[in-house]
């Protein structure tokens, strides 16, 4: 490898690393504990990025990180590879999901009715400057409803497919075990869609966005309109040792289904959901979805160009591996530089070294 | 209210038993817990271990079934005399996890005693009464987008 060995530096390198953490002070359970209260939607954000729900653990490593999203990330990718996976659970299905938010914005009459949930969508975006100045900002309480919403919604999709306005393929029972695994295999393409689906569920939801909001803004070849928009929990269904299948607990989770005109007369669907609650990442990869199937070779909505360079942990960490030393590299482009002008310049002109 | 709940109720079938109790109040699932211990004679604890289950989720574009991502969660699983008992919950918290197995490893024992059929309709109206509240909470979001 065109690296050198990094030798005499272990003090300095022991007090960089003490100079980085001194800015973040102590950690303890108090610290790690209120940016969980305090900070749930970037909780939710790491998690999904992550791949792994477990809110203290995000919380921790979002403390230890200094909230560097991609360190907590990468701390939580690789605490992750220290436990065993014990089982996978039944799949997910939309019309089970526990439903806090659900809308469409193609559709004014959708089957359920629609439902704001927690949302800032509508709410004027100030900036509470009177918390600086002492006095807390105290949210006013929701004012429940007589009647309890259905905690369980229908889906949309399937209501479209029964009116002929988007395609119904048919779809074939896979083993929860046979499901293509991105952590245990590498992503190919054209890749399959549950590597597709996965690959978009773990994404660094800056990069969705930026690779979404192109192909928005005309740089794809299908504008979305939302169809529907859904933040809920799930029951992790798993089995006993008995067979028994139960409910292990909810997590929660964001699903989005973009929509557009096909071209076979029918609407076509783009689809991304993940670990925890976050809009813009799965209407991003809803879009892309949504745009890959017709997309040019090196266009940013290829599938091949936006799954690799939405992933969190090789896309920063091949950013900041440029700066480790690199003298070799450069010292023989700084040769062949040398080289070349040689040889334009038989009179040779210095080259500071 | 929730000791409003009978014990003469019909007893829970056991994959509705697991959802309550993995679901159940920490504090008194591990107080039920420490109850019927003494009830099983020896128990030999199998497995007491945090780890992953993915989660696959099914598009509802193609139909196409893909793993969502990984939940920690805590595993126990226990062997008494008259039967074995297992609790998994999502999250990090072992003991909630043995205490679950505890109550799972009496029932298939003892079977459904007063007690724990007294805790378990007891904290299914409690987890009923906590999911109404939030779902009231979310009807006041109810739009009707012809008069928005």
Redo the contacts between chains.
Sequence with gaps: MAYVATRGGARAIDQAERLYRAELGQIDATRVDAVRRALPMLIDRV??EA????P??AALALAQAGGDLYEAVLLLRAW?TT????????????EQL????RISAAF??IPG???????LDYAHRLLATDVLQGRPYCPAP??????????HQP?L??WQKAQGL?AD?A?TE?A?DA?????REPLLFPAK??????SL??ADTGGMLTLGYAAMRGYGNAHPTVN?LRLAE?E?R?T???G????????K?S?A?VTSKGKSGQLS???C???GWNEVKVISGATL?LNAAAAPKGSPVEEEFFLYHTEPVEASGFCIHFKLPHYVTFQSSLDALRGAKTAAAPQSEQVPT | MFDQAKTDDPPLDHGRLLDVLARADAARLMALAETLLSLLGAVEVVQSRTGLVMLPMRDTVQGTDFHLGEVLVAEAHLRATGGEGYGMIVGRDLERAMAMAVVDAAIACLGQTPAISAFLQSEAAAQAAADTECLRAIEATRVDMETF
Excluded at chain 1, 244 to 251: I, Y
Aim: charged share 20%; aromatic share 4%.
């Design positions: 998690m999904g791949s792994l729900y477990e203290d653990l992750r436990q065993p996976r014990l089982a996978i659970a039944e799949p997910v299905r939309q526990f439903t806090h938010r004014k009459d009715g629609q439902i704001l949930g927690p949302t929701v004012t429940p409803a007589a009647i309890a919403a259905p905690a889906s999709a399937a988007v393929p779809r896979v929860p499901i293509p695994d991105l952590t869609r549950a590597h597709t689906l996965q569920a773990r529907e799930a992790v798993v006993h040792p008995r028994t299948v139960f409910s292990a607990g909810r997590v989770v699903q289904e669907l783009g689809f959901a993940t670990l979805d």
